[in-house]
């Protein structure tokens, strides 16, 4: 994608060129992928990337594993300990300190219901219709154990779909989400260019929108990206009569 004139270009995989006044980026998210056999056959039946609050409700009474060091693994198993069972937090790394603030650590050293596995790893699912139980292999240890589970939340995180946008100079946090509305008025290499703040769910980048898992803040859930979608076109139409457009 690129300017053109007062709008913009963007090219499809085929060859074609689309010309617009406004842009919306709703390209969402490739999240990091957990290379275990038979973890991709349970999607939706005990496995889930990513752990909103709407989850944290469904699991009552349950057993969950969460496997994740930052602090969205850590806040999901805060959530998950108020309605689960039990909830075992897989890390990779020796300790936590080295990707989760402190104070989700200390939260969690607090919860009776909460287990931190460090130097653990998934190295099987136990399933029939649904999963049953979680392979973990820890440490230096040779044999896997198996730790009984009604659902298994993978927290590792993803990297934002924004290589097509990539020379128009749109602002991103540190992870590549893009920033919006009033957050987006400093934008790199210069202020923003209009009188007006940006509107919300605009970059940094007058008529270029972003909603959805590609969006700084977005909550990552379906249908909170399809709420958000939906105001952008009523956005969309707004900058559409600013600039003129049909």
């Known amino acids: 994608m690129s300017a053109d ?3 913009y270009v963007a ?4 060859g074609t060129l689309i010309r617009g006044r406004a842009v919306l980026l709703a390209s969402g998210v490739e999240w990091r992928r957990l290379e275990v ?4 056959d349970l999607l939706g039946a005990g496995v889930y990337y990513g752990a909103g609050p709407s989850e944290a409700l469904a699991c009552t009474g349950s057993r969950v594993v969460v496997v994740g060091g930052g602090n969205s693994a850590g806040q999901a198993v805060v959530r998950f300990s108020r ?5 075992t937090l897989l890390v990779r790394g020796r300790d936590l300190g080295a990707s989760m603030s402190q104070y989700l650590i200390d939260q969690l050293s607090a919860i009776p219901n909460v287990e931190v596995r460090v130097r653990a790893q998934v190295a099987g ?7 049953r139980a979680v392979i973990v292999r820890s440490g230096d240890d ?14 590792i995180g993803g990297t934002p779909r924004t290589d097509g946008a990539a020379g128009i ?6 992870a590549g989400y893009l920033v919006t509305g009033g957050d987006a008025a400093g934008g790199p290499g210069g202020s923003w260019p209009l009188d007006r703040e940006p509107l919300p769910l605009e970059t940094n980048v007058p008529g270029v929108f972003a909603a959805g898992d590609v969006r700084c803040g977005s909550v990552k859930r379906c249908a909170a990206a399809i709420g958000e979608g939906s105001m952008a ?6 900058r559409l009569a600013e600039a003129g457009g049909d």
């Open 83 to 87: 309605y689960a069972r039990q909830v």
């Open 5 to 7: 004139g007062p709008g």
């Open 169 to 174: 100079g749109l602002a991103a946090n540190a």
């Open 125 to 131: 699912v136990e399933a029939d219709d649904r999963l």
């Open 142 to 155: 040779t044999a896997p154990v198996q730790v009984p589970a009604d659902a298994l939340f993978i927290c």
């Open 37 to 40: 056999p038979g973890v991709d």
């Open 11 to 14: 090219g499809l995989s085929d």
């Open 233 to 238: 076109v009523a956005l969309v139409h707004r």
